[in-house]
């Protein structure tokens, strides 16, 4: 999981958007809670922005260099693909770079 220490090095904000009650944004609360204060420890100077509201899809976004953004819908995956969408992201971000 070297991976969760690159961000900072490719991505200059990342975004996550859940709703506080939804069934549809569950897993992506839980992802949040287990391993947001780890990503931010581990890239302290990246923003986290956790984006919560009501109804909304849960989503991951990517800001990149000169305003390139990509986003993930969230909904119906589990933890563990959370994560691996979160390091394709970081994956994209070092193709951007070449």
Known sequence: ?????CL???FKELRILLCQSSPASL???TFVEKNYKDLNTLNPKLPI???????????????YDM?????VRLEGLT??????ALEDL???????KA
């Open 49 to 63: 922005l956790i984006r919560e509201c009501s109804g909304v899809e849960p989503q991951l976004w990517a800001r």
């Open 67 to 71: 305003g390139v953004e990509r986003d």
């Open 1 to 5: 999981m070297a991976w969760r220490g």
């Open 27 to 29: 897993t992506t609360r």
């Open 90 to 96: 970081v994956k994209i971000g070092e193709s951007l």
């Open 8 to 10: 900072s090095h490719n």
């Open 79 to 84: 933890e563990e693909q959370i994560c691996k």
